[in-house]
């Protein structure tokens, strides 16, 4: 029988995070296996705004962002349930983008770059022995130096020492036509939830929301319904769904979602992306954390590769960095999680930062890093 190959890194998980590490170790001349669950191209729950920090960063990957003419951001608007709106320009800015167009052209890159990418594969169980890590699929089994998991918000069985409790939120997400101004994207409260919409294309506004499954359940489990009594109370809301043109059959719906303080490596498995830790969906930034994330571990995992440094180094070093770009966001974004979505508390944050338009820059300047 033919031995297995050892490969250097196996990654679980083809979203954002797992499919730019995964180029950018192959492109170091590291043989990669990237294992993803579903078949690209796929839509996923996502607000499909990337802050412009992270520009530079995809270009370099392949992506020529300018040549898909991606929709640029430039101002922000929130209102509060009733409809009461305080709006200021984003200082760095953002684009949009859908993730069924940018992940398909990111898997494509990665083919490309040599890496060993395994669609329709599910991992149950992943194992450490002697140093050698084993992967078992719903297909086989896969043997490698070190593994990687950017699985997203949920995190599966095969992790099951650090499963949290069951999330109270929901994320529901749209793609729809509707008169929008381009370079805007806006965050519209309503009871137990928020829901921002900007533009990914040149017709078509992705539309994305969270709120509680209490919400929901209240409404006989029906999302439709739910909108018409909950979301709707807001007439900014009320105005889209009642104009928009939805372009999905159903809306896609993720359930069980938290933000609750997670690590970057567990289980004998380094973590990155949403899996590492998520950041609440108002602040809007939750795919440049996943990008840069990559962009770190792709520096430190070289070094434990070519034997320069131990494992346990590489662990130290990677939770060091790891803390230092995204701790801070997270923070930021779990106390803004609090606060939004309330009636009173949101409408008195609001009319605070109407008054005090630097309150608000510098809150987005909690959840923004730097151009890497």
């Known amino acids: 029988m033919m031995e297995a190959k050892l490969h250097d890194c196996i990654i679980i998980g083809g979203g954002l995070a797992g499919l730019c590490l995964s180029i950018q170790l192959s492109k170091q001349g590291y043989h990669v296996l990237l294992l993803e669950k579903n078949a690209y191209p796929f839509h996923k729950v996502c607000g499909e705004y990337i802050s412009m920090e992270s520009w530079d960063y995809l270009n370099r990957l392949g992506i020529d962002l300018a040549s898909l003419q991606v929709p640029l951001i430039k101002d922000l608007k929130i209102t509060s349930h009733e409809g009461f709106e305080v709006s200021t320009a984003l200082d760095m800015g953002g684009f949009g983008i859908s993730r069924f167009d940018l992940d398909h052209r990111l898997a494509s890159i990665a083919k490309q770059s040599g890496v060993q990418l395994l669609e329709n594969t599910k991992v149950t169980n992943v194992s450490l022995e002697n140093g050698v890590h084993t992967v078992t699929t719903n297909r086989e089994e896969h043997q490698g130096k070190i593994v990687c998991g950017s699985y997203g918000k949920?995190?599966?069985?095969?992790?099951?020492q650090i499963r949290s409790r069951q999330s109270g939120y929901i994320g529901v997400k749209y793609h729809v036509q509707v008169p929008f101004n381009k370079s805007s994207i806006e965050l519209h409260n309503f009871k137990d939830g928020y829901c921002g919409i900007s533009m990914v294309g040149e017709n078509t506004c992705c539309m994305c929301y969270l709120t509680t499954v209490d919400n929901l359940k209240m409404h006989g489990n029906d999302?439709?319904?739910?909108?018409?009594?909950v979301l709707m109370k807001n007439p900014r809301l009320a105005y889209y769904f009642s104009h928009a043109k939805f372009l999905y059959d159903k809306p896609l719906v993720i359930s069980q979602i938290g933000f609750q303080k997670k690590s970057c490596y567990a289980n004998d498995v380094f973590l990155l992306g949403d899996a590492a830790g998520a950041i609440a969906p108002l602040c809007g930034n939750g795919m440049s954390m996943a990008m840069r994330a990559s962009f770190l571990l792709a520096k430190h995992i070289p070094q434990y590769l070519d034997q320069e440094i131990t494992k346990e180094v590489l662990i130290q070093n990677y939770t060091s960095d790891w803390n230092k770009?995204?701790?801070?966001?997270?923070?930021?974004?779990?106390?803004?999680?609090?606060?939004?979505?309330?009636?009173?508390?949101?409408?008195?944050a609001l009319k605070l930062m109407k008054n005090n338009p630097n309150l608000l820059r510098k809150i987005i300047s909690l959840t923004h890093g730097e151009k890497f």
């Open 154 to 160: 949920l995190t599966p069985a095969f992790m099951n």
């Open 325 to 348: 770009h995204f701790s801070t966001r997270i923070k930021a974004g779990y106390y803004l999680q609090k606060l939004f979505g309330k009636r009173l508390t949101t409408l008195l």
């Open 223 to 229: 999302v439709k319904q739910m909108e018409k009594e």
